[in-house]
């Protein structure tokens, strides 16, 4: 059974540093990936999303990173704001021959302050 | 509209109300999902629904029953629901087919209130 972890939980940054959460997985064996921001007591909207053949996604100020091989994927955040505080969330598609329903980490709460 | 749209926003029903959650996507996507977001708790898939795969999370109790009369919409039957169940019930759509990438949008949630 797939297990996907994020570190950390909760994160505190002033304005202006660069930032990167952190999505583990357990079973290598993946379609793809997909990053999601979730503001308070809304839907999830999504960021970025990586396949399995690619090793980076760029939008923006994020950039997201995959290693299959280590089950590890990170969120890169250039350049941080009061804005982009809200949780981070990635979610694992199993590859081909499972089915495609992904698996949820638990999320990354950033808080950045001015 | 476009995207994925949810009502309605909020509810505060009573344990022995009978409520139905709607679902609509504008995005011609094939699969549908019902997921429940609880305080502190990983998000739950509940349901889905598409043309390849019916998914029933076996823990999710009978008080809740879905239907999907199209691949548009998606609804959300309540009946004598539990103070526990209160919580955001988010609805997503992706494209499910072979070569195709799954990416998922959700709607905005509706959050429930038991009492």
């Known amino acids: 059974k797939q297990e996907v972890t994020q570190i950390p939980a909760a994160l505190s940054v002033p304005e202006g540093e660069n930032l990167v959460l952190n999505c583990s997985f357990t079973d290598s064996a993946i379609y793809n990936l997909q990053w999601f921001r979730q503001d308070p007591g809304k839907g999830l909207t999504s960021l970025l999303l990586i396949q399995s053949s690619q090793r980076e996604q760029t939008s923006g100020r994020l950039n997201a990173s995959l290693d299959k091989s280590s089950g590890r994927s990170t969120l890169y955040i250039a350049a941080s704001q009061p804005g982009d505080s809200a949780t981070y969330l990635c979610?694992?598609?199993?590859?081909?021959?499972?089915?495609?329903?992904?698996?949820f980490g638990r999320g990354t709460s950033l808080i950045v302050h001015p | 509209e476009t995207g994925v749209t949810q009502t309605p926003r909020h509810l505060v029903m009573g344990m022995t109300n009978k409520k139905s959650l709607k679902c609509e996507q504008h995005l011609g996507h094939n699969a549908m999902y019902w997921y429940k977001q609880s305080a502190k708790k990983p998000l739950e898939l509940m349901f889905v629904y598409s043309l390849e795969e019916r998914v029933e999370n076996n823990s999710v109790p009978s008080r809740f029953s879905p239907e999907c009369p199209n691949s548009s919409h998606l609804f959300l039957h309540l009946h004598t629901l539990q103070p526990e169940d209160s919580a955001l019930y988010l609805c997503?759509?992706?494209?499910?087919?072979?070569?195709?990438?799954?990416?998922?949008?959700f709607g905005p949630g509706t959050r429930l209130t038991v009492t």
């Open positions: 979610a694992v598609r199993p590859g081909a021959g499972g089915s495609y329903i992904p698996t």
């Open positions: 997503a759509s992706s494209q499910a087919r072979t070569g195709a990438k799954y990416e998922q949008y």
